[in-house]
């Protein structure tokens, strides 16, 4: 990049630590965002700065906010008795898209970053009958399920985790093992 202005360099470099942005993309979008569409990269810049410096954590359940509290801990309509656990906060987006979840979440990134009693007073506030995991199957999730099933069984919780198995349109050529046989164990009556 020594032929770059150092600027523009260095906002290639920038664009190249974002996650599946290669060398290619990162010049592709530093052009575009310079000379193309100055107005979107003042935008961008500003929405940046706005996330970095506004956006936080939830108190409750771990997921991303303005506020202490996010807005689906905050809905009371929410209250359903249904909790899902997800891995990450991002999680949440992905299955809030689906617009299929009526409940609240629970991010536990790690057994190592929980905070038992804290997840025992969500569960206890918000009348939870059913805890619903949504992670990918690992063994070291599979870990985490059976470690909180055997700790929280004496609140009486239903414990229940997403369906998991072969994608829609994909070919069978392409799952993976563990995939084909969840697919097979899951298998219902058509």
Do not use: W
């Not at 299929?100 to 929980?114: A, Q």
Request: proline letters at 3%; charged letters at 25%.
């Amino acid at each position: 990049m020594k032929s770059y202005p150092e600027n523009f360099a260095k906002l290639v470099e920038s664009l190249e630590k974002l996650p599946s942005i290669g060398r290619k993309s990162a010049t592709r979008l530093a052009y575009f965002l310079a000379f193309e569409d100055k107005f979107s990269a003042l935008s961008l810049a500003h929405n940046i700065e706005c996330c970095v410096q506004q956006l936080r954590i939830c108190e409750e359940c771990g997921g991303i906010s303005n506020d202490f509290l996010c807005s689906i801990c905050s809905d009371n309509t929410r209250n359903n008795g249904e909790l899902c656990i997800v891995a990450n906060p991002r999680e949440i987006f992905l299955l809030e898209e689906s617009g299929e979840f009526l409940g609240k979440y629970f991010v536990i990134e790690s057994l190592e970053k929980l905070d038992l009693k804290h997840l025992e007073k969500i569960i206890q506030k918000n009348h939870t009958k059913e805890m619903i995991f949504a992670f990918s199957p690992t063994l070291g999730n599979e870990s985490v399920m059976l470690y909180l099933e055997d700790k929280l069984e004496y609140l009486g919780l239903q414990f229940t985790k997403i369906a998991q198995g072969v994608p829609t349109g994909v070919s069978l050529e392409n799952i993976d093992q563990l995939s084909i046989i969840r697919a097979l164990q899951s298998r219902v009556k058509i």
